[in-house]
């Protein structure tokens, strides 16, 4: 079920959620510049077998709304987004799963709620450390780190060159693995929310590193850390730092995957999840 929600600063957030028989929610979140389509495939593989399922538009993403300010990108503000719609779904058991910047958002909700936490933590492609060098983006050069700021501080030239859809399903993005992911997600996101997000997490773990890190360390809820072999965009390195910060934690590699792990090996990523929630939640599928 399509819903809207006027988060704690007045931006409206879209979410999908549908009630199944099973009361723990799993609730996904998608990376910088995509939308909650990502992760369609695996929304389906649960809802077959009952679970409650609840995937938001991050704000500045499909089709939530995009404010101006740099500020209403902070880390924190995405937590609070998530913290707010469970409230008005009055959820009381979930699970959140994050992929990529998704995955540091979970983390961030972890180091802020710590009264309110999930259930239990998936993190797919994820980094508890800022994956770059400082004020690089995505891992492309300087000079279009510069040049990508640039485009997004000018409105004339964004809305000129670099117009965008609001709400564009990428559950077949594995079809499109060879084009190049700056230009594809210029088309998808407004280049401003990709900016002014990465920006704001690059600021938020730099001055919160110890603070993060120690929250990992102390947190006593299950995990489970899934990287593929190939990725590019965050290395395999910031899985086995996070693996290693989650000391209890499952670890997986997909093999012959790159950062669109969730798509390209949508079922191998399902399975691996459904094996960890059975381990771990195994009352829940006889209900």
């Given at each position: ?27 996904f ?48 503000n ?19 799963i994050?992929?990529?910047l998704?995955?540091g ?29 400082r ?17 997004a ?79 590019e ?55």
């Open positions: 079920m399509e819903k809207r929600l006027k988060s704690f600063d007045g931006t409206e957030i879209y979410y999908n959620y549908n009630k199944g028989r099973i009361p723990l929610c799993l609730v979140l998608h990376g910088v510049a995509g939308n909650w389509t990502v992760w369609k495939k695996e929304i389906e593989f649960f809802s077959k077998k009952g679970f409650t399922t609840l995937a938001l538009d991050l704000r500045g993403h499909g089709g939530s709304e995009a404010p101006e300010e740099f500020e209403k990108y902070q880390m924190t995405f937590s609070k987004d998530i913290r707010n719609i469970i409230h008005k779904e009055k959820i009381k058991n979930f699970i959140l994050g992929h990529s998704g995955g958002i979970a983390i961030n909700y972890c180091v802020n709620f710590p009264k309110n936490l999930p259930s239990a933590l998936i993190l797919v492609e994820t980094a508890c450390l800022y994956p770059y060098e004020s690089q983006l995505l891992n492309v050069n300087p000079y279009l780190s510069h040049l990508l700021r640039f485009i501080s000018h409105k004339l030239t964004r809305e000129k060159h670099f117009f965008h859809f609001k709400e564009v399903d990428l559950s077949d993005l594995k079809s499109r693995k060879n084009l190049n992911l700056i230009l594809y997600l210029l088309h998808l996101t407004p280049l401003r929310t990709m900016v002014k997000a990465l920006d704001n997490v690059e600021n938020y773990v730099f001055n919160n590193k110890r603070k993060i890190c120690d929250s990992l360390r102390n947190l006593k809820i299950p995990a489970l850390v899934i990287t593929g072999d190939q990725d965009v965050v290395s395999p390195k910031f899985s086995f730092i996070l693996k290693k910060l989650l000391q209890s934690a499952e670890f997986k590699v997909v093999k012959d995957s790159d950062h669109w792990v969730i798509m390209q090996k949508s079922d191998e990523v399902s399975r691996m999840m459904q094996n960890f929630l059975m381990k771990n939640f195994y009352e829940f599928f006889f209900i």
